[in-house]
Nanobody
């Protein structure tokens, strides 16, 4: 199992950028697909982006495609989410998660504690 800790959230103006980081513990990190999800109060957690174990395959939600980029560094046990052209509707708590297969988003788990992203208009 892998433990995850997110960081990098904050307050940014619309149009700005943020880079989220997710530090993973465990020697099996490189075998997992990794993903970012987000949640706002009163709503279900929603998928944002995912990357396969090697970094060779990525998936994005339509709402962030072209603005967000997911990446990973298996040597450092890290996953990143570069967020550009941020919009107020991107405001949420962002979570990192691990899964067995990038194609099965519903199987992702091992949630971190989340990091708050607030985009002001």
């Amino acid at each position: 199992q892998v433990q995850l800790v997110e960081s990098g959230g904050g307050l940014v103006q619309a149009g700005g950028s943020l880079r989220l980081s997710c530090a993973a513990s465990g020697r099996t990190f490189s075998t997992y697909a990794m993903g970012w999800f987000r949640q706002t109060p009163g709503k279900e957690r929603e998928f944002v982006a995912a990357i396969n174990w090697s970094g060779g395959s990525r998936l994005y939600a339509d709402s962030v495609k072209g603005r967000f980029t997911i990446s990973r560094d298996n040597a450092k046990n890290m996953v990143y989410l570069q967020m550009n052209s941020l919009k107020p509707e991107d405001t949420a708590v962002y979570y990192c998660a691990a899964g067995p297969n990038i194609a099965i988003i519903s199987s992702f788990g091992s949630w971190g504690q989340g990091t708050q992203v607030t985009v002001s208009s």
